[in-house]
């Protein structure tokens, strides 16, 4: 049977009082093992699940935390939050997920949903976090964009190290030959793409390469279809490029199918390199050289900071920048390097 019962039923069908059901099903208080054995009797015979979001409420043992994601369909965000989950979740705290499809008025619809939930902390992954922050008087923590125009006293920033990230694709793509190089990345200004754009320019003046303004695509949109157009604009401008820089591996996922439906061999005509390491970047029929983040250890490090924060213990440095690690693939090195 699997009817869903009350405790007051479980108390009519075992013959002990409500009370006495609660400290069994709790395990507190006592009761004699005869009492156990009729109690669980019925629980077993009617699939009785407790309601923990009561229990919850009544024992205050089960904290949340709001995880704030901008596009849950990306595998670099899915595969953090479910990091952080488990993480949380191995620390007895519930989590909350509020997908915000990179809208600012829906990021600001569920900051206000949590904070009136009254979680424990909100952890933000690359988000636009309103004003309204200001007035959380919560620890919230903040991965992979910096947030400007809020105070961001006593609030996490966790990071990858955009500019050594964009700084070693620069170098890998200088090293290979490259002298023409374009790039492709997030201008938004509470974005990484411009610091990663910083690293790789960073490169280009150590190496003596010259940088092309006209070889960088700005845009606010870092899937596929833009990285594909970028190419298809570029060579419809006949631009003349040897190498393409990418601010997300989405986007090189689309730069080498332009590139390939044009004709142009990559990586014998031109090479490109992206950025995070998903798993597309691994198996796709160009396996793409990438700079990879290390997302374990950023939900790791984010999780350690808020906890401690929640409990008001002492935090050395609020703001941690992660190593990042170039992992090169047949985009640049043709077929003779095996994928990682």
Known sequence: MNKKLSMKEISKL????????????????????????????????????????????RKASMPTIGVI??????????????ELQILLFELQYSTIICNTNELIELEKEHLNFLLAQNVSGIIVISGNPSNIINDANIPIAFIDRKPYGINMENRIIVESDNIKGGYLAGKELIELGCKKIAAIVDNRSYAAGMERYQGLMQAQIEMGIPIY?????????????????????????SKDFDAMFCGTDMLALGVISALHDN???????????????????????????????????????????????????????????????LIPRRSTRGKKDKSK
């Open 14 to 57: 075992s013959g002990v009082s409500i009370a006495t059901v609660s400290r069994v099903i709790n395990g507190t208080g006592r009761f004699s093992l005869d009492t156990k054995r009729k109690v669980e009797a019925v629980i077993n015979e009617y699939n009785y699940v407790p309601n923990m979001a009561a229990r919850s409420l």
């Open 69 to 82: 994601v901008p596009d849950i369909t990306n595998e670099f965000f899915s595969s953090m939050v479910l």
């Open 213 to 237: 303004d006209d070889l960088l695509i700005k845009i606010t949109d870092v899937g596929f279809k833009a990285g594909y157009e970028g190419v298809e604009n570029l060579l419809a401008q």
């Open 263 to 325: 004709g142009i061999n990559v990586p014998k005509k031109v090479k490109v390199v992206g950025f995070d390491d998903i798993s597309i970047a691994k198996y796709s029929f160009k396996p793409i050289t990438t700079i990879r983040q290390d997302r374990k250890k950023i939900a790791k490090t984010t999780v350690d900071l808020l906890i401690k924060s929640i409990k008001k213990e002492e935090i050395e440095s609020m703001h941690k920048i992660l190593d990042v690690e």
